[in-house]
């Protein structure tokens, strides 16, 4: 079986394994004074990329949920956590609607959890929404999506 892998630099050890430990719902499996490793079965990787004059490297991560109880449930968790998120119905955003909850981790990468729920004939018309929020740097806002 083949995983995509995912390394992300973070400033603080502990608040990142806090934060990570709470957005997987599981402890790490590997821990060490540099670092910290999850092995996870679920979720499953929805790897995209896209042209879309934004500079090239990691944009966001995010993780594809298969419906809206299963999104509520993953942005419970980060909100019982005390995280901010971002929370978005209806998006519309890489040619798809989806509802969404931004949040952005300890080292300020941004992340997208989210449930897609159609199609869309453009690449999204909620960027004129999120630019109003640029704390938020989701979807849209020197962002790519999903």
Known sequence: MKRLHIHVGVADLDQSIGFYSTLFNTQPSVVEADY?????????????????????GIDHLGIQVDSRAELDELSGRLKAAGETTLDQEAATCCYAKSDKAWVNDPAGVRWETFFTFGGATSYGEDEQLLAVQPAAQACGVGAACG
């Open 36 to 56: 910290a490793k999850w092995m996870l079965e679920d979720p499953r990787v929805n790897f995209a990329i896209s042209a879309r004059e934004r500079a090239p």
